[in-house]
């Protein structure tokens, strides 16, 4: 279920997708809700580009760290890759 950043306190969360279209979020939205899993996503700044790099505005999907192999797992089952850090 979507939660406002104060449901998780003080806890670092971790990022498990960046969204770049508004159905994809949407439907990871419903995915994540429909998991039973507890989530927060915010709009931020990223790059995108191959040729040309600009600075685009995607949907951020954060977990609780206990939720993060969860979330991760339901992704990749749904066809979604994880955000995987560099």
Known sequence: MQR???HFGDQ???LIYIAKRLTEALRLENLLTE???DYLVEPDKY???IIF???RVGAFFYVAPGDEDAAK???SRHGFQPYKTE
């Open 47 to 49: 790059s995108g580009g």
């Open 35 to 37: 998991s039973g899993l």
């Open 12 to 14: 670092e969360l971790t």
């Open 73 to 75: 797992d339901t992704l």
């Open 53 to 55: 790099q600009s600075e």
């Open 4 to 6: 406002a950043p104060e």
